[in-house]
């Protein structure tokens, strides 16, 4: 483990890259990072970047909340995808204890923002405020235009503009962020099975698709922001697809050289856009 000083931060790590991202950027802070992580999902290499590392078990929400508040954390970061469709399927890998099962039961729905509101309202209650995902690492919000080479062409720009306010209204029901489109037909959407199951999907459908991945209207900053990282453009690649618009100033950008690299290997144009730019080409 690494040492640290400074006030003590939480991080909440699940899967991929960002955890890792937001460890680095606390530490240039000067932040203490006192880290929770999950068992076989949660990247190894938090232990060179967290003073403390307790691992868990999705569900052992007691342990969780115990070994933040003995390190004195009152400020948590969540960074990392979570297995939420083991919720639905009632996973002896959720190793639920008794606080865990208790908030399930409290759930009114399995909708991705009532179990994180919820899990934010839990922490507030127990004295740990939940901060922005970006709060150490704003430099990942991406802005408009391409990243790579790659442009996308006249084609591939009407299907952006065609799926950018479907996605938007997709974020708005909070079924999902990603849509998957070809000449003006929609062939897959992003529920709970994650961006990259919407992605093999819609590239099942169709070769040289375009994906747009937008932010909820109202997206709460403290959790699930719409992250792309070199895994996502290995995903594009593998099933076929041609193109993939972000929307800039909401979405993390992770591994960006990777990404870019990446992203002109295979020829695939990863752009920046917003409403109003989308407006402005039309």
Same mark, same amino acid.
């Given at each position: ?7 003590? %931060?939480?991080?909440i790590?699940?899967?991929?890259? &960002?955890?890792?991202? !937001? ?24 232990e ?9 078990? *999705?569900?052992? !929400? ?12 009152? =400020? ?25 099962? /208790? ?8 909708m +991705? ?8 309202? &839990?922490?507030?209650?127990v004295?740990?405020?939940?901060? *922005? ?7 990942l %919000?991406?802005? =408009? ?13 009407? +299907?952006?503009? &065609?799926? &950018? ?13 990603? !849509? ?12 709970i099975?994650?961006t ?5 999907r ?8 375009v ?5 909820? *209207?109202?997206?709460? *900053? ?18 076929? %697809?041609?193109?993939? /618009?972000?929307?800039a ?8 050289? =990777? ?13 920046g ?10």
């Open positions: 483990m690494s040492g640290g000083s400074g006030e003590a %931060l939480g991080l790590a699940g899967e991929g890259v &960002f955890p890792l991202d !937001v460890a680095r950027c606390a530490r240039r802070a000067g932040r203490r990072l006192v880290c929770v992580a999950l068992h076989q999902r949660t990247d190894a290499r938090i060179k970047l967290a003073s403390e590392v307790t691992w868990i078990r *999705p569900g052992e !929400v007691s342990v969780a909340v115990e070994a933040l508040r003995a390190a004195g954390v009152q =400020e948590a970061v969540m960074a990392g995808k979570v297995p939420k469709l083991a919720l639905l399927r009632e996973d002896p890998e959720l190793g639920l204890d008794r606080q865990g099962e /208790a908030l399930i039961a409290e759930l009114s729905d399995r +991705d923002d009532t179990i994180l509101s919820q899990a934010a309202d &839990f922490l507030a209650g004295g740990i405020r939940l901060l *922005p995902q970006w709060s150490f690492s704003p430099e %919000l991406a802005g =408009e235009g391409a990243l790579g080479r790659v442009r996308a062409s006249a084609a591939q720009q009407r +299907d952006i503009a &065609f799926a &950018f306010p479907i996605a938007r209204q997709l974020g708005s029901l909070d079924i999902g962020q990603t !849509v998957v489109v070809k000449d003006g037909a929609v062939l897959a959407v992003e529920a099975e994650g990259d199951a919407a992605l093999r819609g590239g099942a459908m169709a070769t040289g698709a994906a747009v991945k937008v932010a909820k *209207p109202g997206q709460d *900053p403290r959790f699930d922001v719409p992250a792309i990282g070199r895994e996502t453009v290995e995903v594009l690649a593998e099933a076929g %697809l041609s193109a993939l /618009a972000f929307e100033g909401a979405t993390l950008v992770l591994e960006h050289e =990777e990404l870019v690299a990446c992203a002109d290997a295979h020829g695939i144009a990863v752009v856009v917003t409403a109003e730019s989308l407006e402005r080409s039309t």
